[in-house]
């Protein structure tokens, strides 16, 4: 069964970083291309990132780009994401996706609330 | 970016009532391969989403066949044929043919 665990969501201060965690299982992590996905509270859904099957190559919407990294272990299966000078424009629940696009498995999501 | 736009946003259904939604792209969504990547996602109050349909039409495993997608280019839509109370949920569409990839507002369906 494919399951997708997030985790490291946490009360962070404006212009302050968090790591997020995404532990996979059920499946082979390094033959999927797999994205973050956040949704404000309340609010719609983002596409922030995706990252290549290999970790070669990485995309990012334009409101997290050089604030944001994605990236993979896939010996270890988990993804990650690291996020910098966090803003409160990026407190959301942050959902790790499998697939570029396809987005055909979601986890449960993780809070991440940027406040003073 | 594609600017993905649904309506309505409102959606309230008598039990066993159809439902259709609609969602226009801004530029074409058809890839230079003839596929056409738009996905239809359910999220129930207080869940993750939940794929139901991709490319267009494809419903997904265990997804009742009561769902279904249609549409080409840059009109799409997501019908129920028979709306059930399982159902009450926000609707998204989205698109991953262009990056980023981007969603629709999504549509509340409620029951009447």
């Known amino acids: 069964e494919v399951q997708l665990s997030e985790s490291g969501g946490d009360l962070v201060q404006p212009g302050g970083s968090l790591r997020l965690s995404c532990a996979a299982s059920?499946?082979?992590?390094?033959?999927?291309?797999m994205g973050w996905v956040r949704q404000a509270p309340g609010k719609g859904l983002e596409w922030v990132a995706n990252i290549h099957p290999s970790g070669s190559g990485d995309y990012y919407v334009d409101s997290v780009k050089g604030r944001f990294t994605v990236s993979r272990d896939n010996t270890k299966n988990s993804l990650f994401l690291q996020m910098n000078s966090l803003r409160d424009s990026d407190t959301a629940t942050y959902y790790c996706?499998?697939?570029?696009?396809?987005?055909?498995?979601w986890g449960q999501g993780t809070l991440v609330t940027v406040s003073s | 970016d594609a600017v993905m736009t649904q309506s309505p946003l409102s959606l309230p259904v008598s039990l066993g009532q159809p439902a259709s939604i609609s969602c226009r792209s801004s530029q074409s969504l058809v890839k230079s391969d003839g596929n056409t990547d738009l996905s239809w996602f359910q999220q129930r109050p207080g869940q993750s989403p939940r794929r139901l349909i991709y490319?267009?039409?494809n419903r997904d495993s265990g997804v009742p066949d009561r769902f279904s997608g249609s549409g080409s280019g840059t009109d799409f839509t997501l019908k129920i044929s028979r709306v059930e109370a399982e159902d009450v949920a926000v609707y998204y569409c989205m698109q991953y043919t262009h990056w980023p990839h981007t969603f629709g507002q999504g549509t509340k369906v409620d029951i009447k």
């Open positions: 059920g499946f082979t992590l390094g033959n999927y291309w």
């Open positions: 996706v499998r697939g570029g696009g396809g987005a055909d498995y």
């Open positions: 490319q267009v039409s």
